[in-house]
């Protein structure tokens, strides 16, 4: 799954601005919980395989403190996003982001 950032414009470290950035979660689960986050400028960029963005101003991961029955639950998927989503909009904006659960 992934992020849609909606309403925002964001600027990345090379001074280009990029409106409603799209952003490829990876979940990791091997010895610490956390994600890491890539920054495309759209859904299509990251499918035709073209360069993430340098956004040294948005996280480019996060540390999950997951609770056990958040791990064992049926939503870790969601909850690795919504912890990704509090971190982003602490830069963006409240009601910024949004999870993308579309195919791709």
């Not at 001074?15 to 890539?38: C, Y």
């Not at 963005?53 to 996280?59: E, G």
């Not at 991961?61 to 971190?87: P, R, Y």
Request: with cysteine.
């Amino acid at each position: 799954m992934a992020i849609q950032v909606i309403n925002s414009t964001v600027t990345t470290q090379d001074g280009f601005e990029v409106k409603n950035p799209w952003v490829f979660v990876d979940q990791h689960m091997i010895g610490s919980t956390f994600a890491s986050l890539r920054y495309y400028k759209s859904k299509q960029d990251y499918l035709d395989g073209n360069r993430q963005l340098n956004m040294a101003k948005l996280p480019a991961s996060v540390v999950m403190d997951l609770t056990n029955s958040q791990f064992w639950g049926e939503s870790l998927a969601e909850d690795f996003h919504n912890k990704c989503i509090e971190q982003i909009e602490k830069i963006t904006g409240t009601g910024t982001c949004v999870i993308d659960k579309t195919e791709f």
